[in-house]
């Protein structure tokens, strides 16, 4: 399965008071991940729109770990990979490292989304495009394990 890596630098505005990063942050750092990742596939996501006639691929499901804090100044690397796919959405696995120290996981549910027939207002799941399906079974990079949590 095709795997993306993104580095982020932590800015002084993605943290709280604490001077770490505000958990809210960090679904914003999945979220372009998750970009990046169809990109990498070789659809960014202004052509996939047009190509595929979608109006996006919104998250309907999202679960988080944070397991180490990042603070600012911070470099940190998202590795990013779909682990399943269904008929109408996939899931997105995302690790959040600091170092070689795993400090957020991250899961979502996504819908390949399209305007609703019976709703001009609405959205509906559609199902996703083999050819979409096949540009992420091909390998990405070589992806080291970086199985250890922090603390361990």
Known sequence: MLRNRKTIHVEWGDCDPAGIVYYPRY?????NCTAALFEAAG????QMLKTYGIVGIPMVDTRARFLAPSRFGDDVMVESCITEWRRSSFDVQHKLFRGDVLAVECSETRVWAVRSKTDPEGIEGQVVPEDVVRRFERQGPEMPPKDREAGK
């Open 27 to 31: 679904f914003a750092y999945f979220d």
């Open 43 to 46: 659809l960014p996501k202004h």
